[in-house]
């Protein structure tokens, strides 16, 4: 079951002022749309097809987990979703049948500026250790833009990984790998940094899951307290190792990493 990554969301406060600080990392944003529920996103592309989604909410939407995070927690990452690699049913189907509680296929929309309409479906787990599943029913060149829109002055071109906090290394790298389809590549315990990792490959990009294990980790622990498990940090391929404001991020965890 081959899948890539399909968009990482980033809740914020003030979709305008993310809009700005991204551009002044060096992001070509691009304005999303305004969805049913009330919320506004605003989009950065990448080369390799994945994209981040800036996301905002006009009200409280009290049953929605994004807003929750982003209510109790503040701004910063709340999920990621893979992209599958067949039919979106099958995919849910199987996951379904490997013992894992998932909701859908539910169906999505936005209306862009323009008033161009964007369908999408997904399926999505009640647990956040594990990403949702997005495929599209318009065509996909609406809802994730091709050209030179994915060009970004920082130089950045894609995903290179997602680091995801779990509370249960065992419980979620079984999730993973029901999800995927695959073994991971590496599990174990990083001596003296306090957390159990466990890593999956989708063709360029890592996963990797960490749980925290001791007093060397607290950032982690911290995270896990304030804002659950998920998406804890982001990587990109770009032309030099360096970490973006977290300020300027608005609470996101991104760096830049060399392609080697």
């Known amino acids: 079951m081959t899948q890539s990554i399909d968009h990482i969301v980033i809740a914020v406060a003030d979709l305008d ?3 700005a600080d991204y551009a002044s990392l060096g992001f070509t944003v691009l304005p999303g749309g305004e969805h ?3 919320s ?3 989009l950065v592309v990448l080369a390799d097809g994945a994209y981040l ?3 905002a909410f006009a009200r409280p939407v009290p049953g929605f987990r994004w807003w929750k995070v982003l209510d109790e927690a503040g701004s910063g990452l709340v999920d990621y979703a893979l992209l599958p ?3 979106l049913d099958e995919h849910t189907a199987r996951i379904r049948a490997a013992g894992i509680a998932i909701e859908g296929p539910i169906d999505g929309e936005r209306l862009q500026p323009d008033g161009t309409r964007i369908a999408w479906r997904s ?3 009640p647990e956040p250790d594990i990403p949702f599943l997005c495929d599209d029913v318009t065509p996909r060149a609406l809802r994730v833009p091709e050209g030179k829109v994915r060009r970004h002055a920082n130089g ?3 995903v290179a990984g997602i680091t995801v906090a779990v509370r249960d290394l065992a419980a979620s790298v079984a999730r993973y790998k029901a999800l995927t389809g695959q073994e991971p590549i590496a599990t174990g315990a990083v001596p003296g940094l306090g957390f159990g990792l466990a890593q ?3 063709g360029r990009q890592m996963l990797s899951l960490a749980e925290p294990r001791g007093e060397a980790c607290e950032g982690l622990t911290r995270h896990l307290g304030r804002r659950g498990q998920g998406a804890y940090a982001i990587s990109f391929f770009g032309p030099a190792d360096r970490c973006l404001d977290r300020a300027l991020a608005h609470g996101a965890r991104l760096e830049i990493v060399r392609a080697l």
């Open 85 to 87: 690699a067949g039919s």
């Open 36 to 38: 049913p529920r009330g």
């Open 200 to 202: 999956f490959r989708l």
């Open 53 to 55: 989604e800036i996301i």
């Open 17 to 19: 002022a993310a809009v």
């Open 40 to 42: 506004r996103n605003a």
């Open 156 to 158: 950045v071109t894609g």
């Open 123 to 125: 399926s999505r787990p």
